[in-house]
C-alpha cells in the first residue's frame, strides 16, 4: 500500500513539474522560444557530430596502435631470427632481442614460443613459477613469426597496457587538438544558431506583429488599417487575407454611411414638400382639393419609388439574393424587352430600333439582365429630346455587347466618370424635374459587375450617349445537350413584367 501510495505521489509531483515546465516555456515571448529551439537543435547537432566524431577517432587510433604493434612484433621476430641463425639456438642470446620490445615504448609486453607452444620468453611473469600476465584475447596483440634459415622456428607475440602508449606525442598533441577544434566548433556553431535563430525569429515574429497591430488598430475602430504585406509565403498571405477583409468591410461601412446619407438628402425634398402643402391646408392658406391632395400623393408615390429602389440596390451590392443563372440567349431576351417598350419610346416622340446578331449566348440571370437593359432605355428616353434610340446586341471572342445609343444630350468626359454614382446628376439636363431618382445607372453597374463583366459610356455634349454592358459569353461546346433555355413569357405576361419593373423605379 506504501509503495502504491508512493508511486501515486511520484506520478504526480513529476506531471505537476510538467506542467511548470510547460507553462514557463508558454510565457516566453515567440522569438525567445525559436532563438532557444535553434540553440537546442545546433547543441544537439553539435553533440551527435562530436560523438560520432570521437567514435571514428578512436578507431582510428586503436586501427593505428595495432598496426605499430604488428610492426614491433615483426621487427622483433627477425632481430630474435637474425640472432638464432648465428647462435644455433635460443638460449645464446636469441631471446635477449625480445628485451628490445620495451624499448619501443612503456606498457609493451612480448611472449617468446617455441613451435610446441613452450612459453620460452615472457616479461609479463615476474618468474618462472609465476602465473603470467599476458592478455589472454588474441584480438589484443599482434603476432609475427620467428624464422631461422627459411624455416619457423616460433613465434612472437606483442602487446601493449593501453593504446596511448603507441601514440607518438605529435600523435596525443593531434589527437588533443581535434577535439579541441571540436569543442570550439561546437561551441561556435551554437552561438551562431543563437544569433540565426534570433535572426530568423525576428523576420518571422515582424509580420505577424503587423498583422497584430492592424487587426488590434481595425478592432479599435481604425478601418484604414492594413499590413500592407504582399509576398507568396503562408504569412505575407495572411496579411493580404487580412488586408483584402478589412477592404471590404471599410467598402460595406461606406456603402452603408453612403445609404444613409443619400436617403437623408434625397427623402429630404419631398418630404419637405409633402410638410410645407399640408401645413398650408391646415393653416388654411390651401385649400384641400384635388389639386393640392394630388401634389401630395405624387409626392409620397415618389418615396415609396425611391425607398423600394434604395432598398432593390441595397439587395444588389449586399449580394443578399443570389442570382438565378441559366443560358440565355441575349437577342431573344432583348429582343421582347424592345417590343414592350416601343410604345413608351414612340410615345415620348422617339424612334427605337433594334440591332442583334444570331446566337449570342450567355450564363446569367434574365431578370436581371433585362431590368438593366430596360434602365438604359428608360435613361435614353429621359436624356432624349428627339430623334432615336438604338439597342444593339453583338458578339465578340469573349464577351456579349449590349449596347444602347441614344441621339440626346449627351455628357461630358468628367461626367462619364461619374454617371453611375448613386444619387448622382449631370448640372445640364438631369434634373428632379426629369423624374429620374439617381439609382438606375448604379443598379446597371452592379447587375453586370455580378455577371462577371462590366459597363462603360462614350458620347459627347449635345450629341448623345452610347452605354454599353460587356458580359462572358457562356461556352456553348460545354452547354450543349446540358443546358436548356428558359421559358419564354407571352407578350402579355412580357409586358406587366416590365411594366412593373418601369413603375418600380429600375430607372434613372
Known amino acids: 500500500m506504501r509503495d502504491a501510495r508512493s508511486t501515486r505521489g511520484n506520478g504526480a509531483q513529476r506531471e505537476s513539474i510538467d ?21 537546442l537543435v545546433a547543441a544537439m547537432t553539435a553533440l551527435v557530430a562530436f560523438g560520432l566524431l570521437s567514435y571514428v577517432w578512436e578507431q582510428h587510433f586503436q586501427t593505428y596502435t595495432r598496426e605499430n604493434m604488428q610492426g614491433i612484433a615483426t621487427n622483433v621476430a627477425n632481430n630474435i631470427g637474425n640472432r638464432y641463425e648465428k647462435s644455433g639456438g635460443w638460449y645464446n642470446g636469441a631471446l635477449e632481442e625480445a628485451d628490445v620490445a620495451s624499448a619501443y615504448g612503456q606498457g609493451i609486453g612480448a611472449q617468446v614460443t617455441d613451435l610446441d607452444g613452450v612459453v620460452l620468453y615472457d616479461d609479463a611473469r615476474a618468474n618462472d613459477t609465476a602465473p ?7 584480438q589484443s596483440m599482434a603476432t609475427a613469426p620467428i624464422s631461422a634459415d627459411g624455416k619457423v622456428v616460433g613465434t612472437v607475440r606483442v602487446w ?11 600523435d596525443k598533441a593531434f589527437r588533443d587538438k581535434s577535439y579541441q577544434a571540436m569543442v570550439f566548433s561546437s561551441a561556435l556553431a551554437i552561438v551562431l544558431a543563437l544569433f540565426l535563430g534570433y535572426l530568423f525569429a525576428r523576420t518571422l515574429v515582424n509580420p505577424i506583429n503587423r498583422v497584430t497591430k492592424a487587426a488590434k488598430q481595425f478592432g479599435d475602430g481604425d478601418l484604414s488599417a492594413r499590413t500592407g504585406l504582399y509576398g507568396d509565403d503562408e504569412i ?73 429602389a434604395i432598398l432593390k440596390l441595397s439587395r444588389l451590392e449586399n449580394r443578399s439574393v443570389p442570382l438565378n443563372k441559366t443560358v440565355l440567349n441575349v437577342g431573344d431576351l ?26 449570342v449566348y450567355i450564363y446569367g440571370d434574365a431578370d436581371l439582365i433585362r431590368q438593366a437593359t430596360a434602365n438604359l432605355i428608360s435613361n435614353a428616353v ?37 454617371v453611375f454614382s448613386r444619387f448622382w446628376r449631370a448640372d445640364a439636363g438631369r434634373t428632379r424635374e426629369k423624374g429620374g431618382l439617381g439609382i438606375g445607372l448604379s443598379v446597371v453597374k452592379e447587375i453586370v459587375d455580378q455577371h462577371g463583366g462590366w459597363v462603360r459610356v462614350e458620347g459627347k455634349p449635345n450629341e448623345g450617349a452610347t452605354f454599353t454592358m460587356y458580359i462572358p459569353l457562356y461556352n456553348q461546346e460545354k452547354a450543349q445537350g446540358s443546358q436548356q433555355r428558359p421559358a419564354r413569357r407571352t407578350r402579355q405576361q412580357q409586358w406587366e413584367h416590365d411594366t412593373q419593373t418601369w413603375d418600380d423605379d429600375w430607372d434613372d
Open 160 to 170: 601493449v597496457y593501453g593504446s596511448q602508449n603507441m601514440l607518438t606525442q605529435a
Open 334 to 359: 432583348i429582343s421582347g424587352l424592345v417590343s414592350t417598350h416601343e410604345a413608351f419610346v414612340h410615345d415620348s416622340g422617339l424612334t427605337l430600333t433594334y440591332i442583334a446578331e444570331p446566337d
Open 19 to 39: 506542467r511548470t515546465v510547460r507553462k514557463r516555456w508558454s510565457n516566453l515571448n515567440y522569438t525567445t522560444r525559436m532563438t532557444v529551439a535553434f540553440a
Open 236 to 308: 505575407a498571405q495572411l496579411g493580404m487575407t487580412f488586408d483584402a477583409m478589412a477592404e471590404s468591410v471599410e467598402k460595406d461601412r461606406e456603402l452603408e454611411r453612403r445609404l444613409t446619407t443619400d436617403v437623408a438628402h434625397e427623402l429630404r425634398t419631398p418630404l419637405m414638400a409633402i410638410q410645407s402643402t399640408v401645413e398650408a391646408m391646415i393653416d388654411g392658406v390651401f385649400e384641400p382639393d384635388a389639386e393640392r391632395l394630388d401634389t401630395v400623393n405624387s409626392e409620397v408615390q415618389r418615396l415609396s419609388r425611391l425607398v423600394d
Open 382 to 418: 429621359r436624356y432624349t429630346p428627339e430623334g432615336g434610340i438604338t439597342v444593339s446586341v453583338n458578339k465578340g471572342e469573349t464577351m456579349a455587347y449590349v449596347a444602347v445609343a441614344d441621339t440626346g444630350i449627351g455628357l461630358t468626359p468628367e461626367e462619364a466618370k461619374m
Open 132 to 138: 603470467t600476465l599476458a592478455p589472454v584475447n588474441k
